[in-house]
């Protein structure tokens, strides 16, 4: 079933897409979203691909950049309030979620959807994999050429060249550009 035929179907979508706003480059491809808003504030590179089942939200005054032969694979969940951006090779699973969004509640007599949330810049940087199931948490910087392993909860800097563990969510090992190997932490 998959092969050209949904590719052409996604293409013609992802060209559609950029009459109505979307600036995107191609060649590139979208499987069909479930939700989507924002996307006059969307800056697509050319070979993106992403696979259906997305749920993304772009604020009015917020930005979403994404680079370069970046993939993404089926039912990513993007919320972006202030600025994300996605640097090209990036290769994310099915199931992520990214935002950087802070939802606020320090009024405890108030539902959270109705305080003010805060933002904070979240960046992936070149050529990262991040894991089946992953979530990357506002602020956070993922390092070029870093893996973010299944399951993970990432919220802060993950260093260039790491492999971040799911169960203990933490560097188990980083590659030195020294001395051109991979070392255990």
């Known amino acids: 079933m998959y092969g050209v035929s949904y590719k052409f179907f996604w293409t013609i979508r992802a060209i559609i897409y950029k009459i109505i706003g979307l600036d995107i480059n ?3 491809y979208i ?3 479930i939700f989507l808003v924002g996307i006059k504030n969307i800056k697509i590179g050319s070979k993106f691909r992403i696979f259906p089942g997305a749920r993304i939200e772009i604020k009015k005054k917020a930005n979403l950049v994404i680079e370069d032969d970046v993939s993404i694979a089926q039912n990513l969940h993007l919320t972006c309030g202030k600025k994300i951006v996605i640097k090209k090779g990036a290769c994310i699973a099915p199931n992520v979620c990214i935002t950087d969004t802070i939802h606020n509640y320090k009024n405890i007599k108030k539902n959270i959807l109705k305080q003010k949330d805060k933002y904070k810049v979240t960046i992936i ?5 991040i894991g089946f199931g992953a979530i990357i948490d506002a ?3 993922i390092g070029k050429n870093s893996v973010i392993g299944s399951n993970v909860y990432v919220k802060g800097i993950v260093p260039d060249h790491s492999v971040v563990q799911s169960s203990k969510n933490k560097i188990i090992k ?3 550009t020294i001395q051109k190997k991979w070392i255990n932490n």
Request: hydrophobic residues 25%; aromatic residues 18%.
């Open 174 to 176: 980083k590659y030195n």
């Open 26 to 28: 191609f060649p590139s």
């Open 31 to 33: 499987g069909k979203p």
């Open 125 to 129: 940087k070149e050529n990262v994999f």
């Open 139 to 141: 602020g956070s910087i």
